[in-house]
């Protein structure tokens, strides 16, 4: 029911910049936070940002504090995450998540960001 479309990955070189999107649609619930996540190959998913709905609370990851910024439009449900000066480490599937009041995600199918050397 839940749909999550990301947009705006590709590729890059190192350096470069992207802004990645993210639409949620059929949201039967008040959404707590919008964040993002990426999975590199080989690795476990981590979190990259998260802001919260009320009061715009943000976090980032140590790997991205001062090169990402995560913003939102409560209501467009659409949270943005501006990269800048992407590393070759930087390069993975990154997935929009919807946070419901009891703490449950939603995940998007994700969308591929390559930074080349």
């Known amino acids: 029911q839940v749909q999550l479309v990301e947009s705006g990955g590709g590729l890059v070189q190192a350096g470069g910049s992207l802004r990645l999107s993210c639409t949620a649609s059929?949201?039967?619930?008040?959404?707590?936070?919008m964040g993002w996540y990426r999975q590199a190959p080989g690795k476990q998913r981590e979190v990259v940002a998260a802001?919260?709905?009320?009061?715009?609370?943000?976090n980032y990851a140590d790997s991205v504090k001062g090169r990402f910024t995560i913003s939102r439009d409560n209501a467009k449900n659409t949270v943005y995450l501006q990269m800048n000066s992407l590393k070759p480490e930087d390069t993975a599937v990154y997935y929009c998540?919807?946070?419901?009041?009891?703490?449950?995600?939603?995940w998007g199918q994700g969308t591929q960001v390559t930074v080349s050397s």
């Open positions: 998540s919807v946070r419901d009041p009891y703490g449950h995600d939603y």
């Open positions: 059929r949201i039967p619930f008040s959404i707590s936070t």
């Open positions: 802001i919260s709905r009320v009061g715009s609370i943000t």
